[in-house]
């Protein structure tokens, strides 16, 4: 028997969102993969021990992805060590543009395994983006 307080989850989000879309994606995702959130806004300093795999969420302003983000990867570079890292952005460029943007984005972060979900991008009848499906299933593979 596992001890009782065990998780069920090993996976964390960590976002920075200033507009609240990069948050919603982060809630849907983490809600979709029984994973815990934790939104840099009201948190930075946060305990990833448990967790295997961290996925990180950002808008971006400007070609670059948030300060907070930035500074939270910059601070937990020990405990990020030898843990699994994908990211999201959540951003107005798409098609070839986008995935230029998320290229660099990710080398200057250092998380290859990057993805984007553009603002112009299909909703669902929720505002979901229907392109998050196939994101959860890949991070739930992970
Ligand atoms: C001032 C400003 C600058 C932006 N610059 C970019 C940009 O360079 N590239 C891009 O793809 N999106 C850009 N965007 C769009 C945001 O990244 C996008 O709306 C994102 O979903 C915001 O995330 P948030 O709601 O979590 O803050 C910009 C938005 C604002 C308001």
Known sequence: ????DEKMTNKAI?????LGKTRKIAKHIAKELGADSF???KQTIIN???YNHVIFGTGIHAGK????LV???NNNKEQLSGK?????????LDAERGEEQLTKVSKELGINDAFFFPSKSEKDENGIDVSLGSFI???SKR
Not at 14 to 18: A, D, K, R, W
Not at 65 to 68: K, Q
Not at 84 to 92: A, D, N, V
């Open 1 to 4: 028997m596992p001890p009782r």
């Open 14 to 18: 960590v976002y920075s969102s200033t």
């Open 39 to 41: 939104d840099l806004k």
């Open 48 to 50: 990833l021990s448990e």
């Open 65 to 68: 992805p948030y300060r907070a």
């Open 71 to 73: 500074d939270f990867l």
């Open 84 to 92: 699994k890292r994908s990211l999201f952005i959540s951003c107005k």
């Open 137 to 139: 299933k890949e991070m």
